[in-house]
């Protein structure tokens, strides 16, 4: 039986406050409750055990990210940012998914609202956080990391100086901002360039790396022309391409999507493994689906390693999961740890 799930709708527009409650009644067993402030949201949040909360930016009497930020410790349940596809939308956008939400979805016009499209994409983006298991049956699992609660090396920086012939590619989905501000915000020099693919639209990479340059010791670009890979930066691919290394340079192409997204982890590890063979390091953040997995299979088999997020710090054990259920994975370990395994690894390239 189809389990009941609630759902908290922070909008001050009551018309699209119902649009939303109707589409979700419509299309699934939802218990459907609404808040209009972020002092109703916060006090909402704090009684109630949302599965999802549905979050509109520009509130009455404050904005969305005070609500991530204000309730943090109480929110339980995935946080879905309404968002605008211009540049300003996205900036926002991004800053939210760093502060904690997990997806976005573009807020039409008020007669958008009632096209069929974008009751699909709603009630799509909610069934896939909320199912148990993905397309390939591994479990999902949903979790807010404290990393107050690490010990041992985690506020040491990572520092390997010089240079060496390799690189580090990095797949991200679901909760990827966050995590990435979090990773990348442990380097301080690294003797090989990284490369990203995360999930996302083009306009909304641009900020991503406009954001992680703020966070991180290293050059941030988002790569969206063909670019010489350099150490010590970090290019992110232009959303809605993709990006694949050709001897040392990243080369930005056009195409299908690959496992439905673009730009897609698994053309970037792929390439990276063929032109750097054994020195190429794969690492699989949250996300959901696969993206990543047959990617991190050719680097295996042409001798480098791949690394991946554990269970424990994930917000979706989607990917990572993949990695390692296939046996693929070199180190498993929480976010706040990884940069570690990373330094142990490339230290030893030349």
Wanted: proline share 4%; aromatic share 6%.
């Amino acid at each position: 039986m189809e389990r009941t799930i609630r759902v908290l709708v922070i909008e001050d527009s009551a018309f699209v406050t119902k649009v939303i409650c109707d589409i979700l009644q419509k299309n699934m067993r939802a218990i459907c409750d609404s808040a209009s402030s972020v002092k109703e949201a916060l006090v909402k949040i704090r009684l109630y055990p949302y599965d999802i909360i549905l979050l509109d930016y520009v509130l009455p009497d404050g904005t969305g990210i005070d609500v991530l930020r204000k309730g943090k410790g109480s929110l339980k349940g995935y946080v879905i940012l309404f968002s605008s596809l211009a540049q300003e939308g996205a900036d926002i956008t991004v800053q939210a998914l760093s502060e904690g939400a997990v997806d976005f979805i573009l807020k039409p016009g008020w007669g958008g609202m009632l096209a069929d499209d974008f009751s699909q994409e709603l009630v799509s983006k909610i069934q896939t956080l909320l199912s148990k298991r993905s397309a390939t049956g591994s479990e999902v699992i949903f979790r807010e990391f404290d990393s107050s609660k690490t010990t041992g090396p985690a506020q040491r920086m990572v520092n390997c100086p010089g240079i060496a012939k390799g690189v580090i590619v990095i797949a991200s989905s679901t909760g990827g901002p966050q995590a990435l501000r979090r990773f990348l915000g442990r380097f301080e020099r690294v003797n090989v360039p990284v490369v990203i693919a995360q999930h996302m639209p083009p306009v909304f990479t641009k900020s991503l790396a406009e954001q992680l340059a703020r966070v991180t010791a290293l050059n941030v670009v988002e790569a969206n022309s063909t670019m010489a890979l350099q150490s010590n930066m970090i290019f992110v691919i232009t959303g809605g391409k993709h990006g694949v290394i050709d001897d040392e340079k990243l080369e930005i192409i056009d195409g299908p999507p690959v496992n439905g997204v673009k730009p897609a982890a698994d053309l970037l590890f792929a390439s990276a493994a063929e032109s750097y063979k054994s020195q190429t390091l794969g690492v699989v953040l949250t996300g959901m689906g696969k993206d990543g997995l047959e990617g991190s299979r050719l680097i295996k088999q042409m001798g480098g390693k791949v690394v991946a997020e554990s269970q424990e710090s994930a917000v979706v054990w989607g990917m990572p999961g993949e990695v390692v259920k296939n046996g693929l994975a070199d180190a498993v370990d929480q976010l706040d740890f990884l940069p570690y395994r990373i330094e142990e690894i490339i230290k030893t390239w030349k």
